[in-house]
């Protein structure tokens, strides 16, 4: 939970900051190749929120490592971070960022977890539905886990959907517990 708020906060201040400099679409190309790079190698973060590393340490190499690649006011906004004890956010400042400038442009990304793989039908049914709840243009993640037996969950924003048969067993199950037998 307090990732969330943490990456809400950060993000819209980023968002905030890339609007009035009319930078948005250079923020969002270079966060997102910022995020490639800290999935891909984790070292980075687990540096920069090392309690045992010097604080001058961590900036010296944010800005060693970024000045030449990023705009100052990003390689600033990773200072800050590393400044508040807050980069071990960093992937989901970045999500939320990108989630946040998605929203503008009439994007959303929407998680799909089904227990099989969709088919092209389903898709594009689904992706239907949820245009006309949200009126964005709807982006699907999908993400198949057997275990949730069949249906799926969504997850829209911050809203999850859960249509999966394992919620409704369970949901089945925890009514039955509360039936008073005689």
Known sequence: MLSQE???TYAHALLLSVVEKG???KAYDQF???K?????DKSLVNFLSAPQVLDGNKLSLVRDVFSSRMEKLFVEFLVVLVNKNRVNFLPEVIDEFARLV????GIGRVTVISAVELNDG???KLKEKLHNK????IILEEKVDPSIIGGMIIIVHNEIIDGSVSHGLNAVEEQLTK????
Do not use: I, N, W
């Not at 949200?134 to 243009?137: I, R």
């Open 23 to 25: 930078m948005v679409d």
């Open 134 to 137: 949200t009126k964005l243009e």
């Open 36 to 40: 490639e790079l800290v999935a891909k």
């Open 102 to 105: 998605e929203a503008e442009r």
């Open 122 to 124: 389903e898709r594009a």
């Open 179 to 182: 039936v008073r037998v005689h």
């Open 6 to 8: 943490v990456a809400k």
């Open 32 to 34: 997102l190749s910022l």
